[in-house]
């Protein structure tokens, strides 16, 4: 009877260490499978993905008429420069900085007229520049908003603008940027 009980338990540890064995070579081949997806992934990524911008369209004649438009402008509106200090200041100086951000909002909004005058060439800009048209007029009306606000309450407030899961004038920069068209981003003036 002991050697029957001395068999089973043999037979017992050997079942255990081809178990055990088992369970190692399957976690060293998901490891090794894992490691190779990340390395062919990466390899994918750096020398075979498009590095093209989401955002680019095929037009760049187009492009480089807009970012000499909006270099242009940048240069008109930067003329309105006011370095005067707005701390502790009455709601005439307020009323004051309405007024400039509704001079500066109507070079940026004729320069978006005169951008989007001419379409671009291609089917991927002919979609994705109204897009963007779309979203400019959108922070144009923020600008329009914010200076009624400062001239009513004559309180030198914040600048909110709309966000559609980012702020507005980020994915309008995006597209300037994806283009090379950088003086096309909006301008920073009325950040804090």
């Known amino acids: 009877m002991t050697d029957t009980l001395h068999d ?16 190692r070579w399957i976690t060293r081949a998901v490891a090794l499978l894992g490691a190779g997806l ?4 990466w390899g994918w990524a750096l020398f075979f993905a498009s590095k093209e911008a989401v955002n680019r369209i095929e037009d760049r004649a187009w492009a480089e008429r807009a970012q000499t438009i909006c270099a242009d402008a940048t240069t ?26 509704d001079k500066a909002t109507d070079i940026i909004e004729a320069m978006l ?16 520049v109204p897009l963007w048209e779309a979203d ?9 908003a914010y200076a009624d606000q400062l001239r009513e309450t ?4 914040p600048f ?3 966000a559609i899961a980012i702020p507005i004038s980020e994915k309008v920069a995006t597209f300037a ?8 981003a909006p301008p920073s003036d009325l950040a804090s």
Request: proline share 2%; charged share 35%.
């Open 8 to 23: 089973h338990d043999h037979d017992h540890d050997d079942n255990h260490e081809t178990s055990s064995r088992q369970r």
């Open 38 to 41: 990340f390395v062919a992934f």
């Open 76 to 101: 008109e509106r930067m003329k309105l420069s006011d370095y005067r200090e707005l701390a502790d200041v009455g709601p005439e100086m307020i009323r004051e900085r309405a007024e400039i951000i």
């Open 113 to 128: 007229d005169e951008v989007v005058a001419v379409a671009p060439v291609g089917q991927k800009g002919a979609e994705i």
């Open 136 to 144: 400019y007029r959108i922070y144009i009306e923020n600008r329009r």
């Open 154 to 157: 004559g309180e030198n407030l």
């Open 160 to 162: 909110y603008e709309t």
């Open 177 to 184: 940027g994806d283009n090379s068209m950088s003086s096309c």
